[in-house]
């Protein structure tokens, strides 16, 4: 069982920047998908960004350009860098590991960090 553990999160100004990490503790094999989901008060947890073990990535469409992702295999961590942040990017971020279905089914969460940022 893979566990995860984040750190990064925090309050933030709009227009500020943040950078998140996850690091998996346990068998990180195969190929598998590591990022982020969210969820806001009152609203559905959405996909962030997830990059996959052969670093490619999709991200939500609210991004818009404004996040990047990225992850280190020998340490088992991505990374969230998260810029130009607003408001409504305030919510609780989750990482998540998948490896049994990587395009749709998280096996293992974070605790989740909260992000807030303020106008």
């Known amino acids: 069982q893979v566990q995860l553990v984040e750190s990064g999160g925090g309050l933030v100004q709009a227009g500020g920047s943040l950078r998140l990490s996850c690091v998996a503790n346990?068998?990180?094999?195969?190929?598998?998908?590591m990022g982020w989901y969210r969820q806001a008060p009152g609203k559905q947890r959405e996909l962030v960004a997830v990059?996959?073990?052969?670093?490619?990535?999709i991200y939500g469409d609210f991004v818009k350009g404004r996040f990047t992702i990225s992850r280190d295999n020998a340490k088992n961590t991505v990374y969230l860098q998260m810029d130009s942040l607003n408001p409504e990017d305030t919510a609780v971020y989750y990482c998540f590991y998948a490896v049994s279905d990587p395009y749709n089914a998280p096996d293992s969460w974070g605790q989740g960090t909260q992000v807030t940022v303020s106008s």
């Open positions: 346990g068998p990180v094999f195969g190929f598998n998908g």
């Open positions: 990059m996959y073990s052969d670093h490619t990535s």
